[in-house]
Antibody, heavy 118, light 108 residues
């Protein structure tokens, strides 16, 4: 069965960076994109970007352009999201989700809480 | 980018009642690539409907989606206790994909 398992909660200081991982299993990792979605406390879902694990191509939301970097390790079937220059407003749960061509986000990771606090 | 507007913001209903949620797009959603998700507290979103009207695997048939172009609807025919949650629509036909702001279905 398809599973996406994310790394654990993080606490970071303002100005720092955070890297969240998303390990995929149950399918061929390079066949589908990994998208990342942010959800601030009590707020809605906000798309951040996606990576094609097959060739490493990425696309980012304009809102996060310049601060987010998506990478992948095909040997580990793992995607990574790094967010830099953290501020308190970045406190949120970050989700990864699998998207195969022409499909929506059918499989999601469990979410990773990132808290930014001095 | 396509802006999705969901209404109402909150729906107060009793178990057994029918829920009708709306999602309106600022532009035509390409190929009717419109999805609905359910999110319960402290859980990841769960895909309910894809392609505007196709139920995802394992989703009960009390959930149905309809609509095309710019106007879409999610209907829950008879609310069960586990259906009280927040629902989001998402368009994935144009880049960037976008989400609506959500509709909370709460117990009256």
């Amino acid at each position: 069965q398809v599973q996406l398992v994310q790394s654990g909660a993080e606490v970071k200081k303002p100005g720092a960076s955070v890297r969240v991982s998303c390990k995929a299993s149950g399918y061929t990792f390079t066949k589908c994109a990994i998208h990342w979605v942010r959800q601030a406390p009590g707020q809605g879902l906000e798309w951040m970007g996606w990576i094609n694990p097959g060739n490493g191509n990425t696309r980012y939301s304009q809102k996060f352009q310049g601060r987010v970097t998506l990478t992948r390790d095909t040997s580990a079937s793992t995607g990574y999201m790094e967010l830099s220059s953290l501020r308190s407003e970045d406190t949120a749960v970050f989700y990864c989700a699998r998207v195969c061509f022409g499909e929506p986000m059918e499989y999601w990771g469990q979410g990773t809480l990132v808290t930014v606090s001095s | 980018e396509i802006v999705l507007t969901q209404s109402p913001g909150t729906l107060s209903l009793s178990p057994g009642e029918r829920a009708t949620l709306s999602c309106r797009a600022s532009q035509t959603v390409s190929s009717n690539y419109l999805a609905w998700y359910q999110q319960r507290p402290d859980q990841a979103p769960r895909l309910l409907i894809s392609g505007a009207s196709s139920r995802a695997t394992g989703i009960p048939d009390r959930f149905s989606g309809s609509g095309s172009g710019t106007d879409f609807t999610l209907t829950i025919s008879r609310l069960e206790p586990e259906d009280f949650a927040v629902y989001y629509c998402q368009q994935y036909g144009s880049s960037p994909c976008t989400f609506g702001q959500g509709t909370k279905v709460e117990i009256k």
